[in-house]
């Protein structure tokens, strides 16, 4: 899969990448990124996706966050976050190429289909 691909990201699926592989160019990331809902952006140093999400409550937040980590388990695909009463920051990065993969993408999207 890559970034012109015409399924749609939220349904791909994550695959494994070798300790090693090369991240996604910056190009490939800024088209994928134009397929994410507003809201989402590349790190300055180009290596995480980043998301800041408000809700209503800390109910509405785990909520989030519980459905989040369902995808994450189900793509094995697992970003970091930051929780508190009324927000989630999320954060993709693929680990084994340092930097992004279509991955991270993929999860956004999947995030995004919430």
Not at 2 to 19: F, G, I, Q, W, Y
Not at 73 to 89: I, K, L, Q, S, V
């Amino acid at each position: 899969m890559n970034a012109t691909s015409t399924v749609p990201l939220r349904d791909r699926h994550c695959r494994p990448l070798p300790e090693g592989s090369p991240p996604l160019p910056a190009e490939a990331a800024v088209q994928l990124l134009a397929q994410l809902t507003d809201g989402w952006r590349i790190a300055d140093d180009g290596k995480s996706l980043r998301r800041a999400f408000g809700f209503k409550d800390f109910h509405h937040t785990m909520g989030f966050l519980n459905a989040v980590a369902w995808i994450a388990n189900a793509e094995d695909h697992h970003p970091d976050f930051e929780a508190g009463y009324n927000y989630c920051r999320l954060e993709f990065s693929t680990h084994s190429v340092g930097g992004l993969s279509e991955n991270d993408f993929i999860c956004a999207a999947k995030v995004d289909a919430l």
